[in-house]
Structure formats: C-alpha cells, structure tokens
C-alpha cells in the first residue's frame, strides 16, 4: 500500500509561484502531478521515476515547473514558476508501482492524494 499526502497549493498573482509538495510511503516506481480544472478532464503535469530521476513534463508547462525528489525525505515537489491563470486547478499527487504504461494517463496510477488547490489570477 501506498499512501500519499499532497501540500502547498494556494492562491498566487500570474507571474508568481508557488511549490507543492507529496509525501509519500511505500514502495513506488513513479510519482507524477495531475491537474483537474472545473469541466476538463485530469491532465498528467509531470513525472519522475523514482529510481533514475528521470522527468517527463506536458508541453504546457515545459520550462515552467520542475519536478524533483527527496528520496531521504520520501517527498516529491513540483516547483512551478511563471504560473499562468490557465494553470488554476485542483492538483493532484499520484503513484504508481509499474514502469509500464503511458505517464500520463491517470488510470496508470493506483494510488492518489486528496488534492490541492492552486488558483491563479490575472
């Protein structure tokens, strides 16, 4: 079993950032943040396996967010700079114990956090 705990979000001015941060316990081969904007569907943000270090990232934040890994610390965070108000959503912490599948597709991930707010205003 895996369990997961998402914090950080907030509300931030465009331009700003903010840092979020999942803590996590057993074992899992990939960590990944999703977004859930009101009536669009959950969109993989980012990814890192968790043992090379390696990141993937959606097209819409390349050069904007940064995932990373604490590994002591069992905590993942997703830095997100120059944040746009199209990037307001509901953000979600997901882990997944298989290498395989598409990264971003949230039905390859079994075990999810309750999600935290990030709103961004114009």
């Known amino acids: 079993q895996v369990h997961v705990v998402e914090s950080g979000g907030g509300s931030v001015q465009a331009g700003g950032s903010l840092r979020l941060s999942c803590a996590a316990s057993g074992y899992r081969a990939r960590m990944a943040w999703f977004r859930q904007a009101p009536g669009k569907e959950r969109e993989g943000v980012a990814v890192?396996?968790?043992?090379?270090?390696?990141?993937y990232y959606a097209d819409s934040v390349k050069g904007r967010f940064t995932i990373s890994q604490d590994n002591a610390e069992n905590t993942v965070y997703l830095q997100m700079n120059s944040l746009k108000p199209e990037d307001t959503a509901m953000y979600y912490c997901?882990?997944?114990?298989?290498?395989?599948?598409?990264?971003?597709?949230?039905?390859?991930?079994?075990?999810w956090g309750q999600g935290t707010q990030v709103t961004v205003s114009s």
């Open positions: 997901a882990a997944g114990k298989s290498y395989g599948g598409t990264w971003f597709l949230a039905s390859n991930y079994a075990y």
């Open positions: 890192i396996y968790t043992g090379g270090g390696y990141t």
